[in-house]
């Protein structure tokens, strides 16, 4: 289990990281600016490590799931989607084919095109590139992440795209939310305006700092199971 992460102090970063007084007298840096530097790294390198160790909390945690607990989250999360007056006023929608450990999104698939809607999924590139093409189940494969994606490289403009239903592991109560780390979506996401929205399970809602390029997601629904 996730437990609240502890800010740390001062004295402590300084122990573990920042230059000893002997070593500090052969820096040309001047003294304080050298311990920024040092301490802003320690900081840094700590972030670092406390997502990890979140990615790890969480996907145990989800892979410990029930088949019947990650269907009635999957039907709990299509009906809270299609709630929302984005949803219902929305022409094209971008979702994911989930993975084994993930909420079921067949049910948001089939629902989306009962009601008419374009339906995209993701696909992605090297250096961190991604793209949302029309799905289509007959048109998928096997990425090397163990992801299923489209074939087909007709990308749909993000201006076209009124919902994107984005995956994670972890959220924090901005929005802000932990993926696999490859960054794809918060790079799409910088630019895009329309409506982003994340069905997740409650033990999914956890601290931590976000960094200056994560992108937050608009709306978080979360699924209480307490009150099924």
């Not at 989250?73 to 299609?82: F, K, L, P, V, Y």
């Not at 095109?113 to 590139?129: N, S």
């Not at 696999?180 to 929205?197: A, C, K, S």
């Amino acid at each position: 289990m996730v437990k609240t992460l502890k800010e740390p102090t001062i004295v402590s970063l300084l122990e573990k990281r920042l230059l000893t007084i002997g070593d500090m007298k052969n820096d040309q840096t001047p003294m304080w600016q050298t311990m920024v530097n040092r301490l802003a790294f320690v900081v840094e390198e700590r972030e670092h490590m406390e997502k990890s160790s979140i990615r790890k909390s969480m996907l145990t945690r989800l892979k410990n799931l029930s088949e019947q607990e990650r269907q009635a989250w999957g039907e709990w999360a299509c009906q809270a989607i299609s709630e929302l007056v984005a949803y219902q006023e929305a022409r094209t929608i971008a979702t994911f084919l989930s993975m084994p450990h993930e909420v079921d999104t067949a049910h948001l698939i089939k629902r989306a095109q009962r009601d008419e809607k374009r339906v995209l999924i993701p696909k992605t590139y090297a250096k961190g590139r991604m793209v949302f093409v029309p799905y289509d189940a007959h048109d998928v494969m096997l990425s090397s992440f163990g992801v299923w994606e489209p074939q087909s490289d007709e990308a749909v403009g993000a201006s076209e795209i009124d919902v994107i239903h984005v995956p994670g592991l972890a959220w924090n109560e901005a929005g802000y939310r932990i993926g696999y780390g490859g960054g794809f979506y918060d790079r799409y996401l910088e630019d895009y305006q329309g409506m982003t929205v994340s069905t997740i399970y409650d033990f999914q809602r956890c601290y931590f700092i976000e960094e200056t390029f994560d992108q937050a997601v608009r709306k978080v629904l979360c699924y209480e199971r307490n009150n099924q």
